[in-house]
Structures are given as structure tokens and as C-alpha cells.
């Protein structure tokens, strides 16, 4: 048995299924490539049937992308499996990925089929599919819940007909991580020619545990696993790339490996997360914003004296250029002194004692501490406090029938800067005269729009995440004028850099 684990992304199938998170073709080509650059193995592409929108995304995928295994899904229904092989003409690689429920909640309930029925549709259709293609996949829809006997009948007689890969979702994520890990176990051991195909994993989140049973079916056998980037996917999500890719590479004596490019992950999974406006949750495990962030005074002595001492992962692995020491009233004299050597302020102990105490009455007052208020305390004028940047007027044009255009006026050192632009929106546009203003070289990392109140006066919290030479620069706003809202976070963000 090989020790590499195949991954098999299905960010574009599985993931967008997310009510809202659909894609066009244009953008779906965009993750596409991104996914060849971070290494994986094989990208499902689509479900070819499901519409014309789809059947044209794979194909153009297909087009595009040179390396990986470009996989369409189907039902066990020849006209699906006809579909998914014609949109799969360009692809260099290519595989149908066909299968049908195998529970008794499915045999019973939705397909109203016996056990011997669904054995003949299965086999049937991995038999038409390699008309089509020689790389099959058989998925069991719901093997998670289905009988270990008759799984095994079911992997047993695909193989025989064909299938290079069989494939064992725990569809509703209600499987135990020992639980699924037995279950791989048990195919190795009881299907005669499980040595002829590649067993996958395609675990739910429903209870928390995609992502250890995915580990246990790789520890069990299984040599592929189907994931998705952020854990995105219908209800609770899919088993998340990074986590299961990090897992193994964290875990050296695993004897299994992946050829993800990992420091790739983090730039791959803010574009997902842009285009699909899914935002990451914050303390999401290796992606979030708070996964390398520390604001305990004992994590950050910690961290500061030996990183290994609280993080198990370079934040360099996965894209980051370093773990985030965050300013808060639980930081301790190491955070503080190591942010003022960064500042280039050198204090005797003496005068590091007074200032924490200072800093801690701020603290306690202040969610956090930024670098201004730690110049403040010093008593330093800081060259930043006479660059003020402050939103003075703002004109939005937009509509049906107009291009979206945008005035700002911004307070920029008591001097006052008008500049007009267009943009895709009225908030695009507004960010781009802002950057006109400016003249930096900004990029928008994150943009959060939250509902505080309900009801149509509601008020909105804006988060802003930017990026200029390589650093990261915040910025906040409420208000019940959204567009007004996101135009005040951006130069709240950019007001820290000018």
C-alpha cells in the first residue's frame, strides 16, 4: 500500500453547495488554479447534470487546469454519467464519480429499492462509466449508517466491475471517529480485491468530527481523502483541507504524507473565503484570524521564549510571516517589552514596571492595545498623531442604471483631499478613491459586515483586514449606514499605516 494520501478537493462540488456561497464559471477557474498551485491531487470539479451553468464550469475547467484529476459527479443514472463524460472531453485527467445510498434510511425511504437492486444500479453504473473513462469512483451514499456486510458486498462487486475508487462517506457526520475507522478496517479486511482500488474518505462535520474520522479511515487504510477548503459544505461542512494536511504533516510519525504545497493554505483559503463571502471564523483551526494569535500573558512569555511552547505549527508552514502577540489587559511584561523592542523603545526594568501599570489601566478600558496608545503612554508624540486621516464627506452614485461612483473627501494631516472613482458597487468604488487619496498600495485581506441590532434601522459592525508592504492593518465602524459604515473601517484601517 502506497503511503501518500491522494487529495481530493471538492470545494467546487461539495462546497458550493452553501446556500449563497455559488460561483460563476470566471471565479470557479480562479479556485481552480489556486488548487493546482497549493497540490492537490484531484479536483472535483462539479456535478455536470445539475445544470448548464455547472456542465460549462467543468468543461472549462477541464480547459484549464493541467495536473490534477478533474472529477464530474453523477447519480447511478446513464444519462448523469453521458452528461459528466462530455463535460470531462478537455479534461487531460479525468474521472466519473458515480454511486448510490446504501443505508437502509436511503434503500428504504429514498430510493424505495431492495438491497439487491441497489447492488444491480451500482455495478451497472460503474460498467457504463468505463465506457466513458477509465478512472471510476464509486461513492455509498450514507455508508456511514450502512450495514459493514452488506458495504462490503457492495465495495466488492464495484471493483469487480471496475471502479478504481471506492468511496465511504459518512454523508450525515454521524459516525464516531472509532466507530469510522473500523468500518475502513473492516472493507480492508473483508473485501476480496480492495488491493485493486483506493479507498476514500468523505466525512461531515454534523457532529464535529469530520476531521478526526477522516484521520482514523487514513490510519485505517484509506489512501484518499475528499475535503474541502475551510471546512465549507452543506449544513456543518465538509472535512477541512487544512486540517487533515496540517494533521499529518504536524504528526511525524504518521508513516503517510501529502504533496500539498502548505504554504500555499492561507492565501488559498482567504480567496475562497472572498469569492464564496463565506467568511473564516475567527479561532477556525490553521486559517482563522486568532490560530496564531496570543493575548495570555503566559502563552505569550511562553511564546516568545521558545515558539514550540504553545504552537505546534510554524505559522511560515501554512503562509503566515509570524504568530500575532495581541495587546490586551491579560498580556504580561514580556508581550509588553517585546512590542516596544519592536517599536524601538528599550526600557530598564524600573521603567517597564511603571508602564505596565499604566498599560494595564488602559487595558482594562480598551479591548486591545495598539501601537499609538503605547506611544501615548510613553509620553511620545507619535509622528502618526499629526497624520490623523478622517472621513469628511462621502457621495455614492449607484443603481440599475448608472456605473457605481463614489467621492470621498478625506482630513489628511488638516489638509483636505477629494478624489472620485468607480468601482463594482458603491463600496469598491468609495475604497478606491480613498486609495487615490492615500497613494499606498493596499490590499483588502477581509471585509465583515455584522448585524448588532434587528429590524430595518439595523445597526452594522464592520470589520476591515488590510494589507500593505506585508503587514496587517485593522479597522472598525458601526452604523446603521452600512455603505457609510464600510467606508469608515477602511480608513479607520488605513489611517494606521499613513
Wanted: aromatic fraction near 6%.
Amino acid at each position: 500500500m502506497s503511503n501518500k494520501v491522494i487529495v481530493f478537493d471538492t470545494t467546487l462540488r461539495d462546497g458550493e453547495q452553501v446556500p449563497g456561497c455559488q460561483l460563476n464559471t470566471v471565479e470557479k477557474i480562479e479556485v481552480a488554479k489556486a488548487l493546482e498551485a497549493l497540490g492537490v491531487d484531484v479536483i472535483e470539479a462539479g456535478f455536470p447534470v445539475s445544470s448548464p451553468g455547472d456542465f460549462q464550469s467543468v468543461m472549462e475547467i477541464s480547459k484549464s487546469i493541467r495536473e490534477p484529476v478533474i472529477c464530474g459527479l453523477t447519480r447511478a443514472v446513464e444519462n448523469d454519467i453521458e452528461v459528466a463524460a462530455k463535460a470531462l472531453e478537455f479534461a487531460r485527467r479525468k474521472r466519473i464519480h458515480t454511486g448510490i445510498g446504501t443505508s437502509p434510511y436511503h434503500m428504504q425511504f429514498k430510493l424505495k429499492a431492495s438491497p439487491e437492486e441497489i447492488l444491480e444500479r451500482a455495478v451497472a453504473a460503474v460498467k457504463y462509466a468505463k465506457k466513458f473513462v477509465e478512472d471510476v469512483e464509486f461513492y455509498a451514499e450514507d455508508a456511514g449508517r450502512s450495514d459493514n456486510e452488506f458495504l462490503a458486498k457492495v465495495m466488492e462487486a464495484v471493483i469487480k466491475a471496475g471502479a478504481t475508487v471506492v468511496n465511504i462517506p459518512d454523508t450525515t457526520g454521524y459516525c464516531l471517529p472509532n466507530e469510522y475507522g473500523t468500518k475502513i478496517k473492516y472493507l480492508m479486511e473483508h473485501v476480496s480485491g480492495i488491493h485493486k482500488a483506493t479507498i476514500s474518505t468523505h466525512c461531515h462535520n454534523d457532529l464535529g468530527m469530520a476531521t478526526a474520522n477522516t484521520i482514523e479511515g487514513v490510519l485505517n487504510g484509506a489512501r484518499q481523502v475528499e475535503v474541502t477548503l475551510n471546512g465549507i459544505g452543506e449544513r456543518a461542512g465538509n472535512t477541512s483541507l487544512e486540517e487533515v494536511v496540517m494533521a499529518i504533516k504536524s504528526h511525524k510519525d504518521l508513516p503517510v504524507y501529502t504533496d500539498i504545497n502548505t504554504r500555499q493554505i492561507y492565501s488559498t483559503s482567504r480567496l475562497v473565503s472572498s469569492l464564496m463571502r463565506m467568511p473564516v471564523q475567527p479561532n477556525k483551526a490553521i486559517v482563522g484570524r486568532n490560530a496564531f494569535a496570543h493575548s495570555s500573558g503566559i502563552h505569550q512569555d511562553g511564546v516568545l521564549k521558545h515558539r514550540e511552547n504553545y504552537e505546534i505549527i510554524d505559522p511560515k508552514e501554512v503562509g503566515l510571516k509570524q504568530s500575532s502577540i495581541e495587546l490586551t489587559a491579560r498580556s504580561g511584561r514580556a508581550a509588553l517589552k517585546h512590542r516596544l523592542q519592536v517599536l524601538g523603545h528599550k526600557l530598564s526594568k524600573v521603567e517597564l514596571d511603571r508602564l505596565y501599570e499604566r498599560f494595564l489601566q488602559l487595558a482594562d478600558k480598551k479591548k486591545d492595545v495598539k501601537d499609538d496608545d503605547l506611544e501615548a503612554l510613553l509620553g511620545i508624540v507619535s509622528r502618526k498623531n499629526g497624520k490623523k486621516l478622517k472621513l469628511e464627506l462621502l457621495q455614492v452614485v449607484c443603481g440599475k442604471s448608472s456605473v457605481p461612483t463614489a467621492t470621498v473627501q478625506l482630513k489628511l494631516n488638516d489638509e483636505l483631499l477629494t478624489a472620485t472613482a468607480t468601482g463594482n458597487g458603491p463600496i469598491d468604488a468609495a475604497f478606491t478613491a480613498v486609495k487615490q487619496v492615500v497613494k499606498r498600495k493596499i490590499h483588502l485581506e477581509e471585509f465583515l459586515i455584522q448585524a448588532i441590532t434587528r429590524g430595518s434601522d439595523d445597526l452594522g459592525k464592520v470589520h476591515v483586514q488590510i494589507q500593505h508592504r506585508g503587514v496587517s492593518y485593522f479597522g472598525f465602524s458601526a452604523s446603521t449606514d452600512i455603505i457609510t459604515g464600510s467606508v469608515e473601517a477602511f480608513v479607520d484601517a488605513v489611517s494606521k499605516i499613513v
